[in-house]
């Protein structure tokens, strides 16, 4: 997502994931590794988690570690709250 999609092609729209509750990435992946490698590979929003609560612990987790930086969670977040402004959602 960061190379191609924001990168190459200038795309810098809300990006989110397939319903993470089908089990098609979390079969492979734990549910705290799902969130924070798509986190990192560029996605805002994690779509129908199975584990709302794991995957919440494990971006806070991986922002006090150093694996996330807050600047990168302050994308996702202004990139959500512009979507709902424009569509009347705030």
Known sequence: ???????????DGL???DAL????ITTAYTQSKT???A???GVDLLLKP??????????VDAVKNGQLSESRIEES????LRVKLE???L
């Open 21 to 24: 509750d089908m089990g098609a």
């Open 15 to 17: 990006v989110i994931t």
């Open 50 to 59: 199975q584990d709302l609560d794991e995957m919440h612990q494990a971006l």
């Open 39 to 41: 986190i990192q590979a």
């Open 1 to 11: 997502m960061n190379g191609l999609l924001r990168g190459d092609l200038g795309f």
């Open 87 to 89: 569509n009347g959602a």
């Open 35 to 37: 969130a924070v490698l």
């Open 77 to 80: 977040v202004r990139r959500v």
